[in-house]
């Protein structure tokens, strides 16, 4: 999985343009090893759902509250041989540019 995060503080001059991601999308699809991907809404979208220890649930809408320099913008789920093939599509990746970076975790598989 191909996890892509946009800088925080990133100016919107600095991020790459639409027909980049396009291209890059593209490309994915064409080498057929595309398994599925989206973009997620902007930050401000987001809810937060956090279980206490009793049990109780409290559900925040105003946004993430951790500290950070980089948001998760999207993610790509791809079908490549090894992580040497998976490195080299992150680093084609538009969001791994200009103060982002695509974070490469294979998905683990669990026996039911």
């Not at 930050?43 to 937060?48: C, D, E, L, N």
């Not at 789920?77 to 791994?96: F, K, Q, S, T």
């Not at 975790?105 to 039911?112: A, L």
């Amino acid at each position: 999985m191909l996890l892509i995060y946009g800088a925080a503080t990133a100016d919107v001059d600095d991020q790459c343009d639409f027909e980049e991601w396009v291209s890059y999308d593209r490309a994915l699809r064409e080498a057929g090893v595309l398994v599925s991907g989206h973009a997620l809404k902007d930050v401000t979208t987001a809810t937060t759902v956090r279980v206490g220890p009793a049990g109780e649930r409290t559900v925040t809408t105003d946004g993430p509250f951790a500290e950070t320099r980089e948001i998760l913008g999207g993610y790509d789920v791809i079908d490549v041989p090894n992580l040497d093939v998976a490195l080299e599509w992150a680093a084609r990746c538009p969001g791994a540019r200009d103060g982002g970076s695509v974070v490469v975790r294979p998905i683990d598989e669990f026996e039911v």
